[in-house]
């Protein structure tokens, strides 16, 4: 069960955490994997990984945010059967706190890299006789978090995105479904809160460790299993959903 043999499927943001945990799942699993990373150093440790492990994979350093580099990706990969987009920027600020300019950017690369990434792998797909497409949403997305407008509009916009491709290209044999995660610890989430938390790094991390019902973050590959049994032919009744993987934290957070 839950073989990837002889798939090609394409994981963006696969340089660390989330995507780095989803590609070698994925690689493990039988699937030749193609990472799409903007830090090529960070995407080399992913392929070694995968490689150690004994998956195949590729390199493609590219910026999501531009979509004649990410059609020039697509094109040269062929045929596509899984994309996983996941690539994405965190921020922290209110609607009055946010710049034009961070708003901006989180927006491009949150919900126009995932826009360019669908734009570019659904003709292949639809060429290919159908495929799966993962979308990386948010509990953001389902309920308030303080102090993260803009973040939350990106992963609403996701979880909308998702809903209108599965509706779209059912016919096609195309299924499309996101995860929605609390707080999965990742090293994103170190170099976060060391930025933004100087000097109360420790307290932080608790604080949020403990904003989960579980009381403590998630890991990156709970993330990957979901993501593993959303992409199989296992799932292939699943379409159009959204599967929180947050510890209790929507349901139980009382």
Request: a negative charge.
């Amino acid at each position: 069960m839950f073989s990837l043999k002889e798939k090609i499927a394409v994981v963006t943001g696969a340089g660390s955490g989330i995507g780095r945990a989803i590609a070698l799942l994925f690689a493990k699993q039988g699937a030749l994997v193609h990472i799409i990373e903007v830090n090529e150093a960070a995407a080399e440790e992913s392929l070694e990984e995968i490689k150690k492990a004994g998956g195949q994979g590729f390199i493609h350093a590219c910026d999501v945010t531009s979509q004649q580099a990410v059609l020039d990706v697509f094109n040269g990969i062929g045929a596509v059967d899984i994309l996983v987009n996941n690539a994405g920027i965190a921020h922290i600020g209110r609607a009055d706190t946010t710049s034009e300019e961070d708003f901006t950017k989180v927006f491009n690369v949150n919900v126009k890299g995932a826009y360019n990434c669908l734009f570019a792998a659904i003709p292949l797909m639809k060429n290919n006789g159908g495929g799966v497409i993962l979308n990386m949403a948010s509990i953001a997305a389902i309920v308030g978090i303080t102090d993260r407008f803009a973040y939350s509009m990106s992963k609403g916009a996701i979880a909308a995105m998702t809903l209108s491709v599965a509706r779209d290209y059912m016919t096609d044999n195309i299924r499309c479904n996101s995860i929605s995660p609390a707080r999965v610890h990742t090293p994103f989430v170190d170099g976060f809160i060391a930025k933004n938390y100087a000097g109360k790094e420790t307290e932080v991390f608790e604080k949020l460790s403990k904003s989960q019902p579980v009381g403590r973050m998630g890991k990156p590959e709970e993330v990957a299993t979901m993501a593993l049994y959303l992409c199989s032919d296992e799932a292939t009744f699943i379409t159009g959903n959204d599967y929180p993987v947050d510890g209790g934290f929507i349901k139980l957070n009382n």
